[in-house]
DNA sequence: CGCGGCATCCGTAAAAGTACGGATGCCCCA
DNA sequence: TGGGGCATCCGTACTTTTACGGATGCCGCG
């Protein structure tokens, strides 16, 4: 076994499933390199943990109640500027994915990887490279060939920043009058909005909206 | 220590997340009267090693792809009738609970509940009694007392088996019309389900009823 | 500067969903 | 056997969503 004596990787570990840390922490147990220093539970206590500890490594669950996982991470990069987030979660998802590394994770890791992956994940990202596992390169590939040679194709797309947060509202049931209120822009622009959505994610329901909205982080179920 | 030379619970693990089935392994690792025979990751795998291994206790987790965990613990109950079901999900659902325990289960944990919790409810349902958590008695108790005294109030629910039918077909965004085509009843049949879906649950968006179905395990969010 | 993407706005029409009001037959159980 | 709950059906009216067609002004980028 080689292991060079002082850089034991200081992982922190945010999940609020006591049994997926658990987990964690027995596919790490026998790999003598990595020292879980602190736990967390949710993205405040994340943000305080890693502000005390500055660990090397944080594992980052990506669908937490309360604080969303790409807040938690948005915040946890000052928190902890030289920590190493690394993204976890249940769902394949694209626009996750895309937006959580653009917010600089360094990779991406999801539940039903095996521990190996995880542990590889952990590793690659303490020694400065970048881990994103097969599904999640999948999307950053596409997105990265998209944006350099982008010449016509153009069939796709990415919301835009507005019409994130109508989806979310109608994810949240919310009617077309009630998110003009809410964003204060006219009813009619709403429904444009909705149009728009609808076209770029080819889903043509509600329901569909919803479910997409809940696989992507922006809402939550509860 | 005492246990009881013979007496070790056989364990089946059932879920379909690797670092779920680890944080369990885990927390059971210390305990040496508990021992999982086998593992499985999906309801179809878990019916067949259920079936061959007829273990003493099923560690079921309810979110599964594919086969929905109501679906499997019907299946588990006949291909082991021996087996004491013990469930486990992410989200707290009174409509699940509260099915699944007609179904047969013995108990009920969360994924946030403690390790410790979990190893208390398998001992529990192992020795012939029951277990839920408290987040799930409390639905129990609350359909019990209504049950036995079922004078006025009445203000509570409870889906008939048609309208689950309904209430997945919207979620899974599909119109009244092509539900009515799906389950052979007219277009305004659907739609009356549909309103007493909505006055029953006191969810009048058909964004609220996807989320609602998503919590009850109607729908996977795949 | 022009061009493309975005946010904003508008009209119209058809489809779908929501909300009332009713009805019938079935089956279980007191 | 009678009442209650359920599944099934129906009409009518209103609201909302979906889909199509447009428009303007702003801003960044080559």
Redesign the interface.
């Known amino acids: 076994m080689k292991d060079r004596a002082h850089s034991k990787i200081r992982l922190l570990l945010v999940d ?12 790490l ?1 026998k790999k003598r390199n990595i020292d879980i220093v602190g736990e967390a ?1 949710d993205g405040k206590q994340a943000i305080r943990k890693a502000k005390k500890l500055s660990p090397d490594v944080i594992l980052l669950d990506i669908n937490m109640p309360r604080v969303s996982g790409l807040e938690a991470a948005r915040r946890l990069r000052s928190a902890s500027p030289k920590s190493k987030i690394l993204a976890f979660t ?3 998802s694209k626009e996750y994915v895309l937006r959580i590394s653009r917010l600089g994770a360094k990779g991406y890791v999801f ?5 190996a992956d ?1 542990v590889r994940a952990i590793e690659a990202v303490h020694k400065g490279g970048v881990y994103f596992s097969p599904r999640a390169s999948k999307h950053i590939l596409k997105e990265y060939v998209r944006a350099t040679m982008n010449t016509e194709d153009s069939t796709i797309l990415g919301l835009s920043q507005q019409e994130y947060e109508v989806l979310r509202c ?6 077309s009058k009630e998110i003009a209120a809410q964003l204060k822009v006219s009813a009619r622009t709403v429904d444009t909005h909705r149009e728009h959505i609808m076209e770029k994610l080819d ?9 997409y909205a ?2 992507e982080g922006l ?1 939550t ?2």
Chains 1, 2 share one sequence.
């Open positions: 609020d499933h006591p049994v997926v840390r658990e987990g964690i922490k027995f596919s147990a539970s249940m769902h394949d539940k039903d990887d095996s521990p995880v109608i994810a949240s049931g919310l009617s889903i043509r329901t509600v329901a569909g909206l919803t479910r809940i696989r809402v179920l509860e």
